[in-house]
């Protein structure tokens, strides 16, 4: 069985200040990817961010990397000068390779403060 | 640019109705899967597809049918809806190869009363 954890329900952050989100993962796969998904108040589900795990370099996307630590299981995204529209509910997701099937953690609520 | 399209996007059913849930994709996508979303319980995966005529459940399929007839369609239907399956209903398509991705549809919100 697959599984993700997001443990922090709600996090805050100061607009222009730099925020990490944590999540873990629980799998038997050797073939699988790793993704965050922002999802603002309009409900879309934007692909933010995501990691190979076979690859061992960092992803990284303009403001947004990740920590991906495949022996500790651990995806962890931080967000740096942090902005107003970065306001929004992200999802760890995971995702094997066979049926593309994925799997969510019960996501992070986080709050840009100007 | 239609991508992933997914009607209605709001539904208020009584108990014991049934409907259908539409989705449709233009990208040719192999893969589609649906997905419901609950508070402080994120997306569960509820039926997925790998092609036209396969279909295999998720994680919560209890209540759920499916079916995938073409690669562009892959409807939901609800026999005898229940309360508990109050839920954000989305539906995505990812591709069997190239980068890896899945496409959201922009959800259906569901009430049953």
């Known amino acids: 069985a697959q599984t993700v954890t997001q443990s922090q329900p709600e996090m805050s952050v100061q607009e222009a200040e730099t925020v990490t989100l944590s999540c873990t993962y629980d799998?038997?796969?050797?073939?699988?990817?790793l993704f965050w998904y922002k999802q603002p108040p309009s409900r879309q589900m934007i692909l933010v961010i995501r990691?190979?795990?076979?690859?061992?370099q960092n992803a990284t996307e303009n403001r947004f990397s990740v920590n991906f630590q495949k022996a500790a299981k651990s995806f962890s995204l931080k967000i740096s000068d942090s902005q107003l529209g970065d306001t929004a509910m992200y999802f760890c997701a995971f995702m094997i390779l066979t049926g593309n099937q994925f799997y969510f953690g019960t996501g992070t609520s986080l709050t840009v403060i100007p | 640019n239609a991508g992933v399209t997914q009607t209605p996007k709001f539904q208020v059913l009584k108990t014991g109705q049934s409907m259908t849930l539409q989705c449709a994709q233009d990208?040719?996508?192999?893969?589609m899967s649906w997905y419901r979303q609950d508070p402080g319980m994120g997306l569960r995966l509820i039926h997925y597809?790998?092609?036209?005529?396969?279909?295999d459940q998720g994680e919560v399929p209890n209540g759920y049918n499916v079916s995938r007839s073409t690669t562009e369609d892959f409807p939901l239907r609800l026999l005898s809806a229940a309360p508990s399956q109050t839920s954000v209903y989305f539906c995505?398509?990812?591709?069997?190869?190239?980068?890896?991705?899945?496409?959201f549809g922009q959800g259906t919100r569901l009430t049953v009363v």
């Open positions: 799998t038997s796969e050797n073939n699988y990817y």
């Open positions: 990208m040719n996508h192999e893969y």
């Open positions: 597809s790998v092609g036209a005529g396969i279909t």
């Open positions: 990691q190979e795990a076979y690859k061992q």
């Open positions: 995505a398509s990812s591709s069997q190869g190239g980068i890896a991705e899945a496409f």
